[in-house]
């Protein structure tokens, strides 16, 4: 695949793409400031807590699992690790954006 240095190029478009959905989006919002936001592991909020549980079933009825964030902070964690390819950030991208549209 090129290597370290492409695997890494990679990695980065994969959380440019996630985190611009989520800085565009006006239902959700990220946890970590820009600077320290993580490359491998996307952390986000809604901005209406009451709605967490019906993204959760949303993305769960598009084949989307273990998105949810740890239990003392909730909200969303989605995990974009080296093997995961670009195209299921963007599926998970287009899901949270139908959902926001649905809302």
């Known amino acids: 695949m090129g290597g370290i240095e492409a ?3 990679i990695n980065n ?3 440019a ?3 611009k959905a989520i800085d565009e989006s006006t239902l959700f919002k990220a946890t970590a400031a820009k600077e320290d936001r993580s ?3 996307a952390c986000f909020v809604m901005n209406d807590t009451s709605l967490e ?3 959760l079933d949303f993305a769960e009825q598009h084949h989307i699992y273990g998105i949810k964030g ?3 902070v909730g909200g969303f964690r989605a995990s974009i690790y080296n093997a995961l ?3 299921s950030v963007e599926f998970l991208i ?3 954006q139908e959902f926001e549209h649905k809302i």
Do not use: D
């Open 13 to 15: 478009e994969k959380a």
């Open 70 to 72: 740890h239990r003392s």
């Open 7 to 9: 695997i890494e190029k």
């Open 39 to 41: 490359k491998m592991n």
């Open 17 to 19: 793409v996630m985190y």
């Open 53 to 55: 549980k019906q993204f």
């Open 94 to 96: 287009e899901i949270m």
């Open 85 to 87: 390819p670009l195209s």
